[in-house]
Each structure stands twice: as structure tokens, then as C-alpha cells.
């Protein structure tokens, strides 16, 4: 069974830092693109970030420039450092496939707020 497993979320002020983990399980991990969306309070689920399996990376206009995608294929984990972060970078962050694979839950994510 698949196992995506998000972590590293809190509060933060704006302008800070964090850096989320996705552990993941029960997949092939090196072979598969992944990507990194959010949900932010009262608004549809959003692609945010992507990593292919040979480490090609994109990136939402809105994040361009503060965050960075990364993924370390021994560890099954992928990362994402979110720098000079805003209000508007309120959200539940998860990870999953890219594009999503039907049939793979998603995670119960991790919630970053941006707040001073």
C-alpha cells in the first residue's frame, strides 16, 4: 500500500523559512515524478511545485524564486525549502504523485501559516 507522509509545517512570520518532508512508501520512488500542491483555507487544492525522477524541477508563478523542490531518491523523501514566505503561502501542503495517480490517497498533508 501506498504511504505518502508529510511533515515540517508550523507557524511561521512572513519573510521566514521552512523546509517540508514527504516520506513515501509502497512505490517505485525513483521512478516516479513527483510534486508538491496545497490547499489554502476555503479554496480548491493547487499545484505548487514538481520534481521529475531525473530531477527536472517547475514551479507555480506564485512560488518562482522562493521555493525549491528537491528529492533525495536513497531516502524515498522529497523536500520542498520555502524561503520569503507570505500570508498568501497559507495552506495545507501535500505531496503526491505528478500528475496524481488515481488510486493513491492523498496524505493528510501538513499545515504551514504565514502569520505575524
Known amino acids: 500500500q501506498v504511504q505518502l507522509v508529510e511533515s515540517g509545517g508550523g507557524l511561521v512570520q512572513p519573510g521566514g523559512s521552512l523546509r517540508l518532508s514527504c516520506a513515501a512508501s509502497?512505490?517505485?520512488?525513483?521512478?516516479?515524478?513527483m510534486g508538491w500542491y496545497r490547499q489554502p483555507p476555503g479554496k480548491q487544492r493547487e499545484w505548487v511545485a514538481v520534481?521529475?525522477?531525473?530531477?527536472?524541477?517547475a514551479y507555480a508563478d506564485s512560488v518562482k524564486g522562493r521555493f525549491t523542490i528537491s528529492r533525495d531518491n536513497a531516502k524515498n523523501t522529497m523536500y520542498l525549502q520555502m524561503n520569503s514566505l507570505k500570508p498568501e503561502d497559507t495552506a495545507v501542503y501535500y505531496c503526491?504523485?505528478?500528475?496524481?495517480?488515481?488510486?493513491?490517497?492523498w496524505g493528510q498533508g501538513t499545515q504551514v501559516t504565514v502569520s505575524s
Open positions: 503526491h504523485t505528478s500528475p496524481p495517480t488515481s488510486g493513491i490517497s
Open positions: 509502497g512505490i517505485i520512488f525513483s521512478r516516479n515524478a
Open positions: 520534481i521529475s525522477s531525473g530531477g527536472t524541477t
